[in-house]
């Protein structure tokens, strides 16, 4: 049984960076897609980024286009979100996931696996 566990949440200003953290266990990650989606209150959940198998693609938001950076270790089984310029609507929960099927093919209610979430608050 797989799972995930990310880190790296908190409270930043506007305009500051934080880096978030997907450590992946259970089972071996290395064929699936990994990703991040976000959930705001009041608001569904909603993909932010992802990176195929290979790390040879990655997929962004448009809202978070040139800000975000998605990345991941193969060797510590982690995928990492570096978020630069933050924004008051970044403001949200983050979750990470993973799935067999390529970015193209997802849609949050079909992923396999899913961690908790970590709080990522953007004050101005």
């Known amino acids: 049984q797989g799972q995930l566990v990310e880190s790296g949440g908190g409270l930043v200003q506007a305009g500051g960076s934080l880096r978030l953290s997907c450590a992946a266990s259970?089972?071996?990650?290395?064929?699936?897609?990994m990703g991040w989606f976000r959930q705001a209150p009041g608001k569904e959940r909603e993909f932010v980024a992802a990176?195929?198998?290979?790390?040879?693609?990655?997929y962004y938001a448009d809202s978070v286009k040139g800000r975000f950076t998605i990345s991941r270790d193969y060797a510590k089984n982690t995928v990492y979100l570096q978020m630069n310029s933050l924004k008051d609507e970044d403001t949200a929960v983050y979750y990470c996931?993973?799935?067999?099927?390529?970015?193209?093919?997802?849609?949050?209610?079909?992923?396999?696996?899913w961690g908790k979430g970590t709080l990522v608050t953007v004050s101005s």
């Open positions: 990176i195929s198998w290979s790390a040879f693609s990655t």
């Open positions: 259970g089972r071996t990650f290395s064929t699936y897609a």
């Open positions: 996931a993973a799935d067999i099927r390529p970015p193209v093919e997802w849609s949050w209610a079909g992923i396999n696996y």
